[in-house]
């Protein structure tokens, strides 16, 4: 039986695919691509030539029983999606689950993600985080979305467009006032920047510089910090320890 490999592509930068990516799709029987015609340039660009098939959030369910049958058959198959690792805000989710289901192996090949470049990068708490991918498109969900969010103490991550990256801000600076936040733009690239600093700056900093608006976003909103209530619970569970150390 052949495997699905899930392989992880750049976000920007060509250098940062890896060595075992390149090989498995070079020896794929078939490459499973979110937009063939984007993903036909990266393999020409690697000299990789491979039979490519559509497998976007449309027709995900449809093209199971097509690639289990090349499983079957022995041959592998490689997903990849536009950029980064696929299932990431990516299509795979239904096609994983599903080969999964009828006992095909499935191997991940690691590289790119957005998420874990931008928090790797700035500097914020990384031992817990809550990932909510694109928050609602309309402004009224969106800041539900945020108000739901706001005691939480993990760092927040978020994915943005440059279209709405200035709606979102203004919605974080409404829900969350001056708490610390990271923007990573164009990780990866030529004009990879991170900002910092509360939404309202953000805002400013993007108003004086409209480039600054320009390209993909990570939006990393720092946690929620300990209530008072909790500090002090803290403080008393060491001080316990402390005395029952001392016997
Ligand atoms: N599967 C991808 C991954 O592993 O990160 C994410 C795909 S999602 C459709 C695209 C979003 O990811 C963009 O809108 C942006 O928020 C984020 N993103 C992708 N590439 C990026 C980059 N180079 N710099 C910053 N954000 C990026």
């Known amino acids: 039986y052949g495997a699905l490999y899930v392989v992880a592509t750049p976000i920007g930068n060509l250098e940062d695919l890896s060595p075992r990516a390149a090989r498995v799709l070079a020896e794929a029987a078939l490459v499973a691509a979110e937009d063939t015609r984007h993903s036909g340039r990266l393999l020409r660009h690697l000299g990789i030539e491979r039979p490519l098939l559509s497998l976007h959030e449309h027709n995900e369910a449809s093209r199971v ?14 997903l990849i999606s536009d950029a980064g690792t696929p299932l990431i805000c990516d299509p795979g989710f239904v096609l994983v689950r599903e080969l999964r289901r009828l006992g095909h192996r499935v191997v991940p090949v690691p590289g790119p993600c957005a998420l874990v470049a931008a928090l790797s990068a700035a500097g914020l708490p990384t031992d817990r985080f809550l990932f909510r991918g694109f928050l609602p498109a309309k402004g009224g969900a969106r800041r539900a979305r945020l108000d739901s969010l706001v005691a939480r103490d993990e760092t927040l991550v978020f994915y943005e467009s440059p279209h709405r990256i200035r709606d979102t801000l203004a919605d974080i600076a409404s829900c969350f006032g001056e708490r610390h936040l990271v923007l990573a733009r164009e990780l990866t690239k030529t004009f990879e920047t991170f900002l910092e600093g509360s939404a309202a700056t953000l805002l400013e900093t993007l108003a004086a510089d409209p480039d600054q608006a320009r390209g993909e976003f990570v939006v990393m909103v720092a946690g929620a910090p300990p209530r008072e209530g909790e500090a002090v619970t803290l403080e008393g569970e060491a001080l316990l320890a402390a005395l029952l150390a001392e016997g």
């Open 65 to 78: 029983t097509r690639i289990a049958a090349h499983l079957t058959a022995g041959e592998d198959v490689a």
